[in-house]
């Protein structure tokens, strides 16, 4: 059985001692618990902690069938936040029995509370204590039990020494050499296994995630294993780029055994990364200790990224010096014609996509963005010839010219991609033109019969906002072709 236990913090001493009670009550229950410390409903606007907001993405990983019960310590997640966001944050759970930890008045959803703490008032070990108990009788008689009788506990304190000892450790190895791939996850899996953890993986989405304030994430479904100790065996997932459900990761990190455990979000700036989780021991409720491993992970995982980015930057430079080489004028890439397709190149794409945007994309209109990858294009080259080749770039330049409005703009950004900015009245209209792109591509296919002339699209639609640049339109739906690319592959 899988209990989850959504929490703010673990800097709170309340929340600290309640964990300290629900992870004894999980192991004499047997059961597992994951612990997701959040923060808060309500971000503080603060200069110094601009993204705090960011924890919050761990609640939404609470939200599968891979929990049989959850319980929200709401009073604290939701601090000074209006009773209205409250409510609709427990009603993301809908499906899965919640318990809070205390009775909630004037709400319109309908969750239980845990039983009453017959104890002191500040025996928060027994309210963790009892709500896992009850959570669990919860889950499976769907009626709260009696109460629990009172248990004491003896929870001693790891030196803090220690800890900063561990994650010392943790750093030095992570982050001080240099791996080949991706062996870097593997490495941190191997030292957390050395300091005698059974449980521990790290989750990472192939391409990083916006969440703002302004534009909330939506958590994808399937996620790729970069590291996993399951019950203290290290699992291979190097090779095999091993891709899991979001929904399973519990069962699959535990393979269905019990554990305590704790789960935090991975994120740089405005972007989900993915997730860390680990087994919940003495080190992590002493203050900052599981915030400062996501950052080791943070930044490991972080350097592994640009490091692959540099690599591809690099590639596409000796792809341009190739392309110069093999063109008798230097004056095409100067200029802002393409000179095979006759249209605009990415100087002259960028210059008439800005114009464009500046008089059109205005109150009520909306902005069309599309990217157009030749797949196909070096196989081509590689066995028929240039010449074929550019007769195949030049049929794909004919078909955006047929699909697209005259008004818009399209230019070959790269020697095998397009780009296409479209501003229309009509909302909804990106939609049209998947499906045009889509009948387009399946002509494409039957063109010639001696190779395969296909393309990977991706177009985006976005409302007018004064704030909203065509960088990060360009970028958004160039992470969405990247995604589409990495499920089809």
Known sequence: MNIGLLVSELEDKEVKRICVGASQAARDKDITLVIM???????????????????????????????????????RIGKGAPILKRDAFLNKFSGIPVLTLT???????????????????????QLGYEAVCDAVFYANNMALPSNEAAKIFSFVDKPESEALSAISRVGKML?????????????????VKKSGLNNCGIYLYDQKIRNSVKYW?????????????????????????????????????????PAVLVAGVIFVGEYQLGLLITEFTANMIID???????????????????????KKTNEELYEVQEELARDDSVLDHIGDQDYLTGGLNRRGFFAKAYDLLKEEFKEGSYAIVAYIHMESLKTINSMFGKEEGDRAVKRVALILKEVFEEKSIYGRIRGDEFAVLEITDEQGKAEFLREEMSVQNAKLLTDNTRYMNHLQYSI????????????????????????IKGSIS
């Open 460 to 483: 985006c639609e976005f409302g007018h906002d004064e704030n909203l640049s065509l960088r990060e339109m360009l970028k958004e739906t160039d992470e969405n072709l990247q995604r």
């Open 37 to 75: 410390p959040g923060k808060y409903l309500i971000a503080e606007d603060e200069e110094d902690n601009p993204y705090d907001y960011q924890h919050m993405a761990v609640f939404d990983y609470a939200d599968t069938e891979d929990f049989d019960a959850l319980i929200i310590d709401i009073d």
């Open 288 to 310: 900052y200790f599981f915030d400062t491993l996501l950052s080791v992970v943070t930044g490991a995982s972080r350097v592994s990224y640009l490091e692959k980015e540099l």
């Open 175 to 191: 982050l001080n050499r240099k791996y080949p791939k991706e062996k870097v996850y593997e490495v941190f899996a191997e030292s």
């Open 217 to 257: 994430w939506k958590r994808p479904e399937h996620i790729c294993v970069k590291s996993a100790l399951v019950n203290g065996k290290l699992e291979d997932t190097m090779d095999a780029h091993k891709v899991v459900k979001v929904s399973d990761i519990i069962s699959q990190l535990t393979e269905n055994k």
């Open 103 to 125: 009775k909630q008045e004037g709400l319109d959803v309908e969750v239980m509370s845990v039983n009453e703490v017959e104890t002191d008032h500040d025996q928060f070990e």
